[in-house]
């Protein structure tokens, strides 16, 4: 009766649901830059008391890393850690003690958004002038890859220990308590018991690094492990820690109701330091994400247990009794799960546009096709489950097949099929565990529209930018010119002065276009020599809005050379 209520509440939801996917409310996930003071690409007179950075959430200042480069893009010295001003949770700031030198400065941050995820990004401004900067200058820390390889597959595995240990005590408990007793049962939850404390251990100890960006050396770090005690992923791991503790006493006892409760328990853990408490609508999200990851772990972790002990076993009547119940429960889990995943999807995705043109979209596409297969394995298990435990017993001839079971040749191809089934929703795990890192839709998406709404330098430049590539005869200035500053092709002339502002001619001038917030670029620009120290370009072509840079290499002699960066805003 349930399944078959299962089975009309899944168009039922499909189609409220899509209603409402494309609703317009925003949901965005990841920390967004608000504003900063000074403003990017502002020119103050005097060197600023502070400098403040506000994001569209709260962020965590515990695990922020913030830097501030100088003209010559070294890191200036004696700037104590941000805070939050007054207790703005959404605001950090950074007291500046010392005079800072003329010249264009770049703030290099990196924070940790509501959702427990890195997020990086710099802006610039300038003392009393702006001023050419070093090569490296404007770089950001991208933090270790290794300390993102492992923190990734510590995710990974607790995902793939929360199914195993979930999945293979709910099979055991309602699908064949029969099985509680047996060695391979106790096996299977001790492996995700252990998957799921390691995981949970590993995560702990890199989490810090991985939100400051810092190698694995970092892992013990006193003050990195406080702050990720402070923080929400942090407390989150604590609170697992915990539950495993009482997990594993119940485990060593082998009382299985209770393995059962303290497991359904854990996705709680999940989704309070993911995706779904942030945001809009926090307590369905968090609802919803317990249903979906708890249907998942249900269907998908009572496949190894079904494939590896159960199948195995030689117990006819226990297969008869708990291989149509967990067909039922897997029908019901895919119901949950599509109407969980389309409320998920609704508010971390929001439109189609977003759905096709994001990594997170494409992650999510490329998840629901695999889970659509096993859909597809997991209708073909059921047809083979009605045929051979289906069928009414009413005459002796259908007792004695009972007793008999399928046939060995049947069972292999069954047993064939689930492993295949196994094999795709370890998959599926890997893709959960990459769209909890992955920036939500809705994020991404509102980057791109928060660069579109360009405040200032707009329309055609005319600036002159000092420079120092070094050595003898390094210095000198760059004249530059850029119209119409639209959209479209832009001509842009560029003329290199001495240090009495008199064209010179240098040995090579390169120009190369960016726009950083859509990670677009470096473009090269072609330039034609158009007399003493002048470099003109008739095709700059600029194909949509936002704040672009226009990055010129000026180099003076053989090994000296500087970068002057000259902002331009598109509409």
Same mark, same amino acid.
């Given at each position: 009766?349930?399944?078959?209520?299962?089975? &009309?509440?899944?168009?039922?939801?499909?189609?409220?649901?899509?209603?409402?996917?494309?609703?317009?409310?925003?949901?965005? !996930?990841?920390?967004?830059?608000?504003?900063?003071?000074?403003?990017?690409?502002?020119?103050?007179?005097?060197?600023?008391?502070?400098?403040?950075?506000?994001?569209?959430?709260?962020?965590?200042?515990?695990?922020?890393?913030?830097?501030?480069?100088?003209?010559?893009?070294?890191?200036?010295?004696?700037?104590?850690?941000?805070?939050?001003?007054?207790?703005?949770?959404?605001?950090?700031?950074?007291?500046?003690?010392?005079?800072?030198?003329?010249?264009?400065?770049?703030?290099?941050?990196?924070?940790?958004?509501?959702?427990?995820?890195?997020?990086?990004?710099?802006?610039?401004?300038?003392?009393?002038?702006?001023?050419?900067?070093?090569?490296?200058?404007?770089?950001?820390?991208?933090?270790?890859?290794?300390?993102?390889?492992?923190?990734?597959?510590?995710?990974?595995?607790?995902?793939?220990?929360?199914?195993?240990?979930?999945?293979?005590?709910?099979?055991?408990?309602?699908?064949?308590?029969?099985?509680?007793?047996?060695?391979?049962?106790?096996?299977?939850?001790?492996?995700?018991?252990?998957?799921?404390?390691?995981?949970?251990?590993?995560?702990?100890?890199?989490?810090?690094?991985?939100?400051?960006?810092?190698?694995?050396?970092?892992?013990?770090?006193?003050?990195?492990?406080?702050?990720?005690?402070?923080?929400?992923?942090?407390? /989150?791991?604590?609170?697992?820690?915990?539950?495993?503790?009482?997990?594993?006493?119940?485990?060593?006892?082998?009382?299985?109701?209770?393995?059962?409760?303290?497991?359904?328990?854990?996705?709680?853990?999940?989704?309070?330091?993911?995706?779904?408490?942030?945001?809009?609508?926090?307590?369905?999200?968090?609802?919803?994400?317990? @249903?979906?990851? !708890?249907?998942?772990?249900?269907?998908?972790?009572? $496949?190894?247990?079904? $494939?590896?002990?159960?199948?195995?076993?030689?117990?006819?009547?226990?297969?008869?009794?708990?291989?149509?119940?967990?067909?039922?429960?897997?029908?019901?889990?895919?119901?949950?799960?599509?109407?969980?995943?389309?409320?998920?999807?609704?508010?971390?995705?929001?439109?189609?546009?977003?759905?096709?043109?994001?990594?997170?979209?494409?992650?999510?596409?490329?998840?629901?096709?695999? @889970?659509? @297969?096993?859909?597809?394995?997991?209708?073909? !298990? &059921?047809?083979?489950?009605?045929?051979?435990?289906?069928?009414?017993?009413?005459?002796?001839?259908?007792?004695?097949?009972?007793?008999?079971?399928?046939?060995?040749?049947?069972?292999?191809?069954?047993?064939?099929?689930?492993?295949?089934?196994?094999?795709? !929703?370890?998959?599926?795990?890997?893709?959960?565990?990459?769209?909890?890192?992955?920036?939500?839709?809705?994020?991404?998406?509102?980057?791109?529209?928060?660069?579109?709404?360009?405040?200032?330098?707009?329309?055609?430049?005319?600036?002159?930018?000092?420079?120092?590539?070094?050595?003898?005869?390094?210095?000198?200035?760059?004249?530059?010119?850029?119209?119409?500053?639209?959209?479209?092709?832009?001509?842009?002339?560029?003329?290199?002065?001495?240090?009495?502002?008199?064209?010179?001619?240098?040995?090579?001038?390169?120009?190369?276009?960016?726009?950083?917030?859509?990670?677009?670029?470096?473009?090269?620009?072609?330039?034609?020599?158009?007399?003493?120290?002048?470099?003109?370009?008739?095709?700059?072509?600029?194909? /949509?809005?936002?704040?672009?840079?226009?990055?010129?290499?000026?180099?003076?002699?053989?090994?000296?050379?500087?970068?002057?960066?000259?902002?331009?805003?598109?509409?």
């Amino acid at each position: 009766m349930f399944v078959a209520f299962a089975r &009309r509440l899944v168009p039922i939801s499909l189609l409220a649901l899509m209603m409402l996917a494309f609703s317009p409310e925003s949901a965005s !996930a990841h920390a967004i830059l608000a504003d900063t003071t000074p403003a990017n690409w502002q020119v103050v007179e005097s060197s600023p008391h502070e400098i403040s950075l506000r994001f569209n959430e709260p962020v965590d200042a515990g695990l922020a890393e913030i830097r501030l480069l100088g003209p010559r893009g070294d890191t200036v010295e004696g700037i104590p850690r941000p805070t939050h001003p007054d207790g703005k949770q959404d605001v950090l700031s950074l007291a500046v003690a010392n005079t800072l030198a003329t010249g264009t400065h770049t703030v290099a941050y990196r924070v940790v958004s509501a959702d427990s995820h890195p997020v990086q990004g710099a802006f610039t401004f300038s003392v009393g002038r702006p001023t050419s900067s070093a090569p490296g200058a404007a770089s950001l820390n991208e933090g270790s890859t290794a300390t993102a390889v492992v923190y990734g597959v510590s995710r990974w595995a607790g995902y793939a220990g929360l199914a195993l240990l979930l999945g293979t005590a709910y099979f055991v408990v309602v699908c064949w308590p029969g099985g509680v007793a047996r060695t391979g049962t106790r096996r299977l939850l001790w492996a995700g018991w252990t998957a799921v404390s390691a995981a949970a251990l590993i995560g702990f100890l890199g989490y810090g690094p991985y939100a400051a960006g810092k190698p694995l050396s970092a892992v013990f770090d006193a003050g990195l492990l406080g702050s990720t005690l402070g923080s929400r992923m942090g407390l /989150m791991l604590a609170l697992r820690v915990a539950l495993l503790a009482i997990l594993a006493v119940a485990l060593a006892r082998m009382r299985g109701r209770w393995v059962l409760a303290a497991a359904g328990v854990l996705p709680v853990t999940w989704g309070l330091a993911t995706h779904s408490a942030a945001g809009d609508h926090v307590g369905f999200a968090l609802v919803a994400d317990f @249903v979906h990851l !708890a249907a998942m772990s249900v269907w998908i972790g009572g $496949l190894p247990v079904l $494939l590896a002990v159960l199948l195995r076993s030689g117990d006819i009547l226990g297969m008869r009794s708990a291989i149509p119940r967990f067909s039922r429960t897997a029908a019901v889990c895919v119901a949950l799960l599509v109407v969980t995943g389309i409320f998920q999807a609704w508010r971390q995705v929001g439109t189609p546009a977003a759905l096709f043109g994001t990594a997170y979209g494409t992650v999510l596409l490329v998840k629901v096709g695999l @889970v659509a @297969v096993l859909v597809g394995l997991g209708w073909l !298990a &059921r047809r083979w489950v009605e045929k051979h435990y289906g069928a009414p017993i009413v005459t002796v001839t259908d007792k004695r097949r009972a007793r008999r079971g399928p046939e060995s040749g049947e069972l292999r191809r069954f047993r064939r099929s689930i492993g295949v089934e196994a094999g795709i !929703a370890t998959l599926v795990l890997g893709l959960t565990a990459s769209l909890v890192s992955v920036e939500p839709a809705r994020g991404e998406v509102a980057k791109q529209e928060a660069a579109a709404r360009v405040p200032a330098f707009t329309g055609p430049v005319s600036m002159v930018i000092p420079f120092d590539a070094g050595g003898i005869g390094g210095r000198g200035e760059l004249a530059v010119e850029v119209s119409p500053g639209k959209i479209g092709a832009n001509e842009a002339h560029l003329v290199v002065l001495d240090a009495q502002s008199l064209p010179r001619d240098v040995p090579e001038v390169r120009a190369e276009l960016r726009l950083r917030e859509r990670s677009l670029g470096p473009l090269p620009v072609a330039l034609q020599y158009g007399g003493i120290g002048h470099h003109i370009a008739t095709a700059a072509t600029i194909t /949509m809005p936002g704040q672009w840079e226009l990055d010129v290499t000026v180099r003076t002699s053989e090994t000296d050379q500087a970068i002057v960066r000259v902002p331009i805003g598109i509409r």
